[in-house]
């Protein structure tokens, strides 16, 4: 699908959007991302977006040289150049990407002078419909989450060699998502989601010194909770617990809330999408619908 992209300021067509081979995101991965979604042509939740990347380039040594509104500015420049600002039902995937930027051969950041900024922008593509109303099987793969003293999974970070790895062998096994363990053999997070499993009426999702991506959603969760009197909560989680489940489900920004119904082709729970989850993914698109507005109303970000 066509993407209309934002190049150091400069918006460009898929063909033209170019960086330079020498940008150290492309020479070592050496950069942060995030990814956002729109709802009503508003990109949501975009200050929380915004705090996560700051605290992952922070994390990085790496300097972002614009201030959100700048950010802000070029998502609403280059959704308005693709056509995607709102005026449609189309809603607009956000992805921002910050490097290191162009420098010699060498780790050393003193040879990057200016960082990359990229806004890559295309329609969102949701997941179909049957993923929402009839579930999806996940694997357990073998690829472990980085170590948090490697390259620390609090990093939203360009460097995807390990979830990519993961997913390659959930793809391979027919699975919607991988689910990988950390180096204790603790299940920690998806390729590209966040894991939560429902015991006994409580949404249960692995703390954050599992190794995992602090997600936006998985965040937003916990309030969804709070308002539907589900209690929410961090907690060690195994493959037994998973596969004891009475039901389970994964969290992203471009996927909402997706029921799992089964693991390694095992059923989880009654084998359908369970009552708390849909409760939950019910909360959520309200909650969006109704943020959306009031950012519309008020014309500040959700
Ligand atoms: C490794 C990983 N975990 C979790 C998530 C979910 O995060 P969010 O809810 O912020 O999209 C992502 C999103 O891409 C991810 O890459």
Redesign the pocket.
Known sequence: MAAIVNVHGRIVDQAHAVVSVFDHGFLYGEGVYE?LRTYGGEPFLFER?MR?LRTSASMLALPIPIDDAEIDDRFRATMRAGGLDGGTDKEAYIRLLVTRGVGDLSYDPAVCPEPSIVVIVKPQVDPPREAFQRGVGVAIVSTVRNHPATVN?LI?SNNLLN?ALAMQEAVRRGAFEGVMRNYRGELA??????LFIVKHGAALTPPLDAG??P????EFVFELGADRAVPVREAVLRDDDLFGADEAFL????REIVPIVQVDNRPIGTGVPGPITLALLDAFRRKAQELTRTRQAAGTRT
Request: cysteine-free; aromatic content about 0%; hydrophobic content about 15%.
């Open positions: 990814t977006h996560r999974p939203k979830n997070e998806g390729t590209t989601s966040n995992l991506l997600g936006i959603t998985r969290t992203s920004t471009t």
